[in-house]
């Protein structure tokens, strides 16, 4: 994709990012009803945010029988006059999904039939392995799309807290968004100017950079996967992008009331750390990270392993 330097803004990381976007569309709610559509399981970071707007908030569900793609008629479903952005994760945190081109296409035919923007937050990008990543922007020729991405993930630079913006507008008809994110960067102090000086070198990195971390990654998502597999009362998909896998804890499989237990009894008792579902909209799962090196994962799924037959029903 091919951006004109105006329809880019530089931010504090893809939180400010979001926080940026959010503000542009979102007036708040004395001003009028609003609503955004959110993913479930999802972020939880968008939700914090828009509460500072008082914005409604409706989630549509990813479904993990097709590998977490979204149930495109729910999302239909849920627009009305004062949906004012759909919000894709692609790849997806906590889900680990990589949607095809065809599934975008879908979504961006229901955004276009009901005249909707799209916040893209691709901050896990080209971060897939089975198949390509498909940027969204790039198959839309109508809909305005809002990119959302970063250095954190995919190059490995979360402390740098560099993001950006980038709109989309085939058809000229998101002026206001565009003028809107040029205005709110411009109050507020972006990545410091060293990092910007170093972006066009950073950009430019060779991808047989991006192939050794990705295929770090894909063995650790191997690793888990079939670990969990072997251990009766989870299940998982294996994951196709990102950096996270999304596994199911069995109902009454375990002497453990719900996820937030299961997750704290697992630190307490192996010093395995992971997230309870909940934290995703999703309870009932726990979401593992793939960053550790692959003899680390291998050891949390021995720790895993013997956990749930200590507590298996």
Avoid at 67 to 89: G, H, Q
Avoid at 119 to 145: K, R
Avoid at 177 to 205: C, D, H, K
Avoid at 237 to 262: K, T
């Amino acid at each position: 994709m091919a951006y004109h330097a105006d329809s880019v803004v530089l931010t504090h990381g893809v939180g400010q990012a979001l926080d940026l976007i959010f503000s542009v569309l979102f007036p708040h709610h004395s001003y009028g009803p609003s609503n955004i559509l959110l993913p479930a399981p999802g972020f939880s970071q968008y939700s914090s945010l828009l509460a500072n707007l008082g914005t409604e908030i409706r989630y549509y569900d990813c479904v993990e029988e097709n590998d977490w793609e979204v149930d495109t008629k729910m999302l239909d479903s849920l627009c009305d006059e004062n949906t004012r952005a759909i919000l894709i994760t692609n790849p997806s945190n906590p889900c680990g999904s990589n949607f095809s081109q065809e599934h975008l296409a879908n979504i961006v035919s229901i955004a276009d039939k009901h005249k909707i923007p799209i916040i893209a937050d691709e901050i896990y990008g080209h971060m897939t392995w089975s198949s390509p990543f498909i940027p969204l922007a790039s198959i839309s020729n109508t809909v305005p799309v809002i990119t959302l991405s970063g250095l954190s993930k995919r190059f490995l630079l979360p402390g740098w807290r560099v993001g950006w913006i980038a709109l989309h507008d085939p058809l000229g008809v998101a002026e206001g968004i565009r003028e809107g994110m040029i205005v709110w960067g411009n109050r507020f102090f972006g990545p410091s100017s060293i990092v910007q000086a170093a972006l066009p070198e950073i950009l430019a990195t060779p991808s047989e950079y991006f192939d050794a971390v990705t295929a770090k990654v894909e063995k650790n998502a191997q690793i888990v996967h079939s670990g969990t597999t072997a251990i009766n009362g989870l299940y998982t998909n294996m994951p196709a992008g990102a950096l996270y896998m999304l596994i199911r804890i069995q109902p009454a499989a375990f002497d453990l009331n719900d996820d937030v237990e299961f997750c704290t009894a697992l630190y307490r008792e192996e010093a395995v750390f992971v997230l309870p579902g909940l934290c995703f909209g999703a309870p009932g799962y726990f979401r593992v990270v793939l960053g550790a090196p692959a003899e680390i994962m291998t050891d949390v799924m021995e720790r895993l392993n013997v956990f749930c037959d200590n507590h298996r029903v």
